[in-house]
């Protein structure tokens, strides 16, 4: 196993560098540059001659992306002459400088992320949280009374969940639980840094609940109806295996054969489906936030290339794609637990 997971890490880093050449080539392909406006302003040839030279974008592609990931000084002490001149303003991937913002002037990426990813975490570990809550009691009741009204009921309320998008629920659960009935705030998010290792919130008190309610149940419901569905279908094709029926046959309690053999090996599609959608998640999801107002992550998704921001679609996508492989790890691990007839040899 520990083999296993060692090899899988250092896996990782041809997947970044992979991802990480492919954005970076990708974007600067998109019409346009980053300083072409400001705000309606067409900003003369010279200025952005010069904004252009200052952050390096002059370069040659290819020595844009060695300093994207070794940094301005490397190159410069390798390869000498203008860029030795030009060295000083990314320190690179490798030392995790992320380089400087060229929308949000004088922010570096890092900084960005470190303050909107925490939030747009907090939002979306919650959301699973009431997917799970919500997804796996109602798959787990409609696979055990099946063709039953309850069964159908489960059913109906899933493909709902489904099919009706956040762009539609967000509001919907605004006008009706804050314009209507006033119980809860109809945006922004209501704790501030400084958070437990960085993610977590200190105060976990009505304070926070009243702004994470509603956004976090409007981004899960989606997930629990496919969760509750993904639950019915692997319970009921499993209850019908052999050894299901062995241990019925022994006498042990129907919860026991539920819980101990029925349920462990019906969750691997679940599993299987939680790890994509913990780094989609947690990585923040642009509708949601911007229909409750939250400062999370996920508008740098879209904003940035609108803007041009070719360091801050660098470092989100990194970010994201950091977290899916290490989420499909721990899928992967927790496979020989749920199965005991995977190996990992």
Do not use: C
């Not at 003369?44 to 001659?49: E, G, K, L, N, T």
């Not at 030795?84 to 960005?112: K, N, P």
């Amino acid at each position: 196993m520990t083999r296993y997971i060692v090899r899988r890490i250092f896996g990782f880093i041809p997947v970044l560098f992979t991802v990480a050449l492919f954005v970076f080539v990708l974007v600067r392909a998109i019409p346009g540059g980053p300083f072409d406006f400001v705000g309606d302003r067409q900003l003369p040839p010279q200025v952005v001659a010069n904004l252009e030279a200052k952050y390096h974008l002059n370069w040659p592609t290819h020595m844009q992306f060695l300093s994207f990931l070794v940094g301005d000084d490397i190159v410069g002490a390798i390869f000498g002459g203008e860029y030795a001149e030009e060295a000083g303003t990314a320190r690179g991937l490798i030392r995790g400088d992320l380089g400087l913002s060229l929308y949000y002037r004088g922010q570096s990426v890092t900084d960005t992320l470190k303050v909107t990813f925490p939030v747009s975490f907090q939002l979306g570990v919650f959301a699973i949280v009431i997917a799970l809550t919500i997804g796996l009691p109602a798959g787990i009741v409609a696979a055990l009374r099946h063709n039953t009204w309850i069964d159908y009921t489960s059913t109906f309320i899933a493909v709902l969940g489904v099919s009706v998008p956040n762009i539609v629920l967000g509001p919907i659960l605004i006008w009706l639980f804050a314009v209507i009935l006033g119980l809860l705030p109809a945006a922004t998010w209501g704790v501030k840094p400084p958070y437990i290792l960085g993610l977590f919130p200190r105060d976990l008190s009505w304070n926070f609940w009243k702004y994470a309610i509603l956004p976090a149940f409007a981004l899960g419901t989606g997930y629990a109806a496919v969760i509750a569905r993904l639950t019915r279908s692997s319970l009921l094709q499993v209850i019908r295996e052999d050894y299901i029926r062995t241990a019925r046959a022994k006498g042990l309690k129907e919860r026991v054969v539920i819980i101990v053999h029925a349920l462990k090996n019906s969750l691997i599609p679940v599993v299987t489906y939680l790890g994509p959608m913990f780094a989609a998640v947690v990585t923040g999801t642009f509708v949601v936030e911007q229909i409750f107002g939250i400062p999370g992550m996920g508008k740098h998704f879209v904003t940035s290339i609108g803007n041009r921001d070719y360091p801050l679609i660098m470092g989100a996508t990194l970010v994201w794609t950091l977290l899916l492989v290490t989420m499909n790890l721990v899928v992967d691990v927790m496979y020989g637990w749920l199965d005991p007839r995977i190996r990992y040899d």
